[in-house]
């Protein structure tokens, strides 16, 4: 009869670091300290632009054992993901890092349910609670709370709280806030005209290279709006950097 044994605790660690040893040391590579916020954003990219295993893997591993970095990663891939089972999960993943703390995992989670996508209804209720948090600190969730504000998105329309985030987030240096500051300066029924005010944040977030900003200065050079005088040269100018924005535009 052959003789049965089992390897006592550690000597069973020490079969397991072998075994990884010889399998190239990838696992422990994955799991342990040494991975680094580059490997991650590797994975992060192979895997959101191939959604390939190898690198969903990896991150899923690395997850797994608590690295945080690689739990957003996780997150922000499987949210891409063509299958909505993955996005699931993803939104999932985000809301367990927001119960965790994690400030920039709330904000997301709270755009992602304002937004909502595809197989998944926005949850209205949820996003504004999250944005409600990150709002004080992520110029995004103000924007976006801003909006929930001024579309009434599950709760009254808000105009003055609606202005109050958008400020906010303009403040803080989001184009995209800054340009629609403008135009409620501008056109708005919220604030008062105010053409000044209007040119100044018009003007930050051309300078931030939003393209919508440097088409709306170029036409307000055409027609002399905003209290300026026409010109045609600066007309010209702000169309190019329009044209310049768009090939480098990205959007949440």
């Known amino acids: 009869m052959m003789a049965r044994f089992s390897l006592r605790p550690a000597a069973a660690a020490a079969a397991l ?5 010889i399998a190239g040391g990838t696992f422990a590579t994955v799991v342990g300290t040494q991975v680094s916020n580059v490997q991650i954003d590797d994975w992060q990219m192979q895997g959101t632009a191939t959604h390939a295993a190898w690198p969903v893997w990896r991150l899923r591993i690395a997850a797994a054992f608590g690295n945080v970095a690689a739990r957003e990663a996780l997150a922000d891939v499987l949210v891409s993901s063509a299958q909505v089972d993955e996005r699931r ?3 999932e993943l985000y809301r367990r890092l927001a119960l965790d703390g994690v400030p920039a995992a709330q904000g997301t989670l709270g755009h992602l349910l304002l ?3 595809p197989g998944i209804a926005p949850d ?3 996003s504004r609670r999250w944005l409600s948090v990150a709002a004080s600190h992520d110029a995004q969730a103000a924007y976006d709370l801003s909006a929930l504000y001024r579309n009434g998105y599950g709760v009254a329309r808000n105009p003055q709280l609606a202005i109050r985030w958008l400020e906010q987030a303009a403040q803080a240096g989001l184009p995209l806030a800054q340009f629609q500051l403008a135009n409620e300066y501008r056109f708005g029924a919220t604030l008062p005209h105010d053409d000044a005010l209007a040119l100044q944040w018009l003007t ?3 300078d931030a290279e939003l393209p919508e900003a440097n088409l709306a200065l170029a036409m307000a050079y055409r027609n002399g709006e905003l209290g300026m005088a026409r010109d045609e040269d600066e007309y010209w100018a702000h169309v190019k950097e329009t044209e310049h924005d768009l090939k480098h535009v990205s959007r949440p």
């Open 17 to 21: 670091a072998v075994a990884v040893a």
């Open 115 to 117: 937004r909502g996508l």
């Open 124 to 126: 209205y209720a949820q």
């Open 89 to 91: 999960e993803g939104v």
């Open 204 to 206: 930050r977030a051309a």
